[in-house]
């Protein structure tokens, strides 16, 4: 690893370049927060997120201290943790407490995991799995890639979000909302469940659909969440908001998304879409060849700074600055919708036991027409013990609220329930229901019809 001190936009010196004296190879991610280097180590027999201190003031570090440990367990015959679907990036929270890091689909679930937002992380296939033929992620099951919470210690580790398949890096706006870009799998283009690269809003409790093979959850599963992007074929890395940097408006509050395939910088603009976001995707910078690795705005000189290299190419830094009429001054996006603020009150749910009100609070949207908020919804009264709204559930006569809410049911409820939730989906009218509500209540005959097959 090398510290590297940047001259002046206006100068011409060279960049400072010095390496440090850190025991450590493989890293992937790196973050300076908490008067502390937080890496993210990819390789060797020791992965998982380190801190290295600067104890004696001598601008180096100290000896590397392994904080959340991610060992590489065998996954499958080929797999053991590491590699371009391993442990990948650390990011600061945006209150300033914690951290937040991300794992690809061949990384294990750190050991000292103590609690997870989502709540369940079945296959939930009722047509047999097609397991990719050239054996990646053979045998791999959900969750797939994530998103942890731990706090600068390292001590209370919890799972944010899942169902990604490689999803390199993620970043927050300025009202602090969350989004990654997750990798495609090339070898399935052609076919049904081919998912392209996509840029995801990343919510509490999410579950983005990726499970092997030909197992990948289509979009429009109930249970899980759609893109707010599709982007293409490609390999996504780092990503940053434009947030503090001397661009024009639209570029400060854009996301910055870089493709190492198809050497593209991607600026994604978003448009609030109810509790969600729309998006609209521009070229920003692109090169031939240029494989984007990562990622910065500086908050000193307002510039944005990338990496180029990996895979034996010739590696670089790069400094963008903008120059023009447009102004440059502070611009934020604009506040959380209402939808929004609704949703984050939902997702102060998502734990056990919430409390008495916070059944009647999910359930009040769970008919809701914004498919976020009845996510949301779901995922909170997955929290609360079933044998205290099952029988609400199986009565409920909404139609929307209904499906949602024996969809919860299905994924977390007893065997024993099963031909009451068959029963009471079917007593929903197919045929007059409403296109929305079709594809749900079928996803919720599946659910419950997997694993324990046709009910007696």
Same mark, same amino acid.
């Given at each position: 690893?090398?510290?590297?001190?940047?001259?002046?936009?206006?100068?011409?010196? +060279?960049?400072?370049?010095?390496?440090?004296?850190?025991?450590?190879?493989?890293?992937?991610?790196?973050?300076?927060?908490?008067?502390?280097?937080?890496?993210?180590?990819?390789?060797?027999?020791?992965?998982?997120?380190?801190?290295?201190?600067?104890?004696?003031?001598?601008?180096?570090?100290?000896?590397?201290?392994?904080?959340?440990?991610?060992?590489?367990?065998?996954?499958?015959?080929?797999?053991?943790?590491?590699?371009?679907?391993?442990?990948?990036?650390?990011?600061?929270?945006?209150?300033?407490?914690?951290?937040?890091?991300?794992?690809?689909?061949?990384?294990?679930?750190?050991?000292?995991?103590?609690?997870?937002?989502?709540?369940?992380?079945?296959?939930?296939?009722?047509?047999?799995?097609?397991?990719?033929?050239?054996?990646?992620?053979?045998?791999?099951?959900?969750?797939?890639?994530?998103?942890?919470?731990?706090?600068?210690?390292?001590?209370?580790?919890?799972?944010? +979000?899942?169902?990604?398949?490689?999803?390199?890096?993620?970043?927050?706006?300025?009202?602090?909302?969350?989004?990654?870009?997750?990798?495609?799998?090339?070898?399935?283009?052609?076919?049904?469940?081919?998912?392209?690269?996509?840029?995801?809003?990343?919510?509490?409790?999410?579950?983005?659909?990726?499970?092997?093979?030909?197992?990948?959850?289509?979009?429009?599963?109930?249970?899980?969440?759609?893109?707010?992007?599709?982007?293409?074929?490609?390999?996504?890395?780092?990503?940053?908001?434009?947030?503090?940097?001397?661009?024009?408006?639209?570029?400060?509050?854009?996301?910055?998304?870089?493709?190492?395939?198809?050497?593209?910088?991607?600026?994604?603009?978003?448009?609030?879409?109810?509790?969600?976001?729309?998006?609209?995707?521009?070229?920003?910078?692109?090169?031939?060849?240029?494989?984007?690795?990562?990622?910065?705005?500086?908050?000193?000189?307002?510039?944005?700074?990338?990496?180029?290299?990996?895979?034996?190419?010739?590696?670089?830094?790069?400094?963008?600055?903008?120059?023009?009429?447009?102004?440059?001054?502070?611009?934020?996006?604009?506040?959380?919708?209402?939808?929004?603020?609704?949703?984050?009150?939902?997702?102060?749910?998502?734990?056990?036991?919430?409390?008495?009100?916070?059944?009647?609070?999910?359930?009040?949207?769970?008919?809701?027409?914004?498919?976020?908020?009845?996510?949301?919804?779901?995922?909170?009264?997955?929290?609360?013990?079933?044998?205290?709204?099952?029988?609400?559930?199986?009565?409920?006569?909404n139609p929307t609220a209904s499906i949602e809410s024996l969809i919860g049911l299905a994924r977390v409820g007893d065997k024993s329930l099963q031909p009451r939730i068959i029963t009471a989906l079917g007593r929903l009218d197919f045929n007059r229901m409403s296109a929305e509500n079709?594809?749900?209540?079928?996803?919720?005959?599946?659910?419950?019809?997997?694993?324990?097959?046709?009910?007696?």
């Amino acid at each position: 690893m090398f510290r590297i001190t940047l001259p002046a936009a206006d100068s011409s010196d +060279a960049p400072k370049v010095e390496p440090l004296k850190i025991d450590l190879i493989g890293a992937h991610g790196l973050l300076y927060a908490f008067h502390s280097l937080y890496v993210m180590v990819n390789e060797g027999p020791k992965k998982g997120l380190w801190r290295l201190k600067d104890t004696d003031g001598d601008e180096q570090f100290a000896p590397a201290e392994l904080l959340v440990p991610i060992i590489g367990k065998k996954l499958n015959d080929r797999v053991n943790g590491g590699g371009e679907h391993g442990v990948h990036s650390v990011v600061l929270a945006p209150d300033g407490k914690s951290l937040y890091f991300t794992s690809g689909n061949h990384a294990p679930l750190p050991d000292s995991l103590g609690k997870t937002r989502p709540v369940h992380w079945g296959e939930d296939h009722l047509v047999p799995r097609i397991w990719d033929p050239r054996g990646h992620a053979r045998g791999i099951l959900a969750p797939g890639g994530n998103i942890i919470r731990t706090d600068p210690d390292g001590k209370e580790v919890e799972m944010f +979000a899942m169902g990604f398949r490689n999803a390199f890096d993620f970043a927050f706006d300025a009202n602090g909302e969350m989004f990654t870009y997750d990798s495609d799998m090339e070898w399935d283009i052609g076919h049904p469940w081919y998912m392209p690269t996509r840029v995801n809003h990343v919510v509490d409790g999410g579950d983005y659909g990726w499970r092997s093979g030909s197992g990948r959850w289509p979009a429009y599963y109930a249970d899980s969440l759609p893109a707010v992007i599709n982007v293409g074929p490609g390999s996504p890395t780092g990503m940053i908001f434009g947030t503090g940097a001397k661009f024009p408006a639209k570029y400060q509050t854009a996301l910055f998304a870089a493709d190492w395939t198809y050497s593209t910088l991607y600026a994604i603009h978003f448009i609030p879409d109810g509790a969600t976001f729309r998006a609209e995707k521009e070229e920003f910078v692109s090169g031939k060849p240029l494989p984007l690795t990562d990622v910065v705005i500086n908050p000193k000189d307002g510039a944005m700074y990338f990496a180029a290299g990996g895979r034996r190419t010739e590696s670089a830094l790069y400094r963008v600055t903008y120059v023009g009429t447009e102004s440059t001054s502070q611009q934020l996006p604009p506040p959380p919708t209402a939808a929004a603020q609704r949703r984050r009150k939902l997702e102060a749910l998502h734990v056990d036991d919430a409390g008495p009100g916070a059944i009647d609070t999910a359930w009040s949207s769970l008919g809701s027409s914004d498919r976020f908020l009845r996510f949301s919804a779901r995922v909170a009264l997955e929290h609360q013990p079933p044998t205290l709204w099952a029988e609400r559930a199986l009565n409920e006569t909404n139609p929307t609220a209904s499906i949602e809410s024996l969809i919860g049911l299905a994924r977390v409820g007893d065997k024993s329930l099963q031909p009451r939730i068959i029963t009471a989906l079917g007593r929903l009218d197919f045929n007059r229901m409403s296109a929305e509500n079709k594809l749900p209540l079928l996803r919720g005959v599946g659910i419950k019809l997997h694993p324990y097959g046709t009910p007696a």
